[in-house]
């Protein structure tokens, strides 16, 4: 599977987008881009994913470049409740496990 | 979506015991999948289990150590079997939606074990 790398943290202030890159350079034709985020002591919750085109879903935006080695996820209108480990996983169309990296840890402050 | 409750959501055992957790989902779907989460650290999947076969293991675990039942298309166990300190983690049960593979996978709210 592609592997992926994440900036280890960052912060972004309430109210404001929150955008998070994920570079998966050696990403395959036939490999989509999971989002994830597990807030503190709880499981993680899918968020969104995507092929190619860019996704939008009421959580966030998924865009993706043209060549698919890079990403990013848009949280448009960040809340304290968006404060968790985010991560980003590249998985194999049919491929049954996820392969969790160390994620971002997003901060969102007031 | 899928609806994952797992039981006990939290204990404390004693080193040489071992834990049953359940994992039950409110429809039926054919891939379940166990993970682990040490402190701190990221998820590693332990293993994977389908209903009516034997669960496949990651490398690094073993059916002694984990063992999985899959009674159903609803329902699975995982036993930490002979728990050491090291055990202590999250364990966290996952599903894809549906009956088909390679969907979108869904996670139970964990079970918190800590072994002393």
């Known amino acids: 599977d592609a592997k992926t790398t994440q900036p280890t943290s960052m912060d972004c202030a309430e109210g404001r987008a929150a955008n998070l890159p994920c570079n998966h350079s050696t990403i395959s034709g036939n490999e989509y881009v999971y989002w994830y985020r597990q807030i503190h002591s709880q499981g993680p919750q899918y968020i969104i994913h995507g092929l190619k085109n860019n996704e939008t879903n009421e959580m966030a935006s998924l865009i993706i470049t043209e060549d698919r080695k890079s990403s990013t996820l848009i949280l448009p209108h960040a809340t304290l409740r968006d404060t968790a480990v985010y991560y980003c996983?590249?998985?194999?169309?049919?491929?049954?496990?996820?392969?969790f990296g160390q994620g971002t840890r997003l901060t969102i402050n007031p | 979506s899928a609806v994952i409750s797992q039981k006990p959501s939290r204990d404390i055992c004693q080193r040489g015991t071992s834990l049953t957790i359940q994992c039950q989902v409110d429809?039926?779907?054919?891939?379940m999948f166990w993970y682990r989460q040490q402190p701190g650290q990221s998820l590693t999947l332990i293993a994977t289990a389908n209903q009516g076969s034997e669960a496949t293991y990651e490398s690094g675990f073993v059916i002694d150590k984990f063992p999985i039942s899959r009674p159903n298309l609803t329902f699975s166990t995982l036993t930490v079997s002979n728990m050491s300190p090291e055990d202590s983690s999250i364990y966290l049960c996952?599903?894809?939606?549906?009956?088909?593979?390679?969907?979108?996978?869904?996670f139970g709210p964990g079970t918190r074990l800590t072994v002393l």
């Open positions: 429809s039926q779907v054919t891939m």
């Open positions: 996983i590249v998985r194999p169309q049919g491929a049954q496990k996820l392969v």
């Open positions: 996952s599903v894809e939606a549906g009956l088909v593979s390679g969907n979108t996978q869904y």
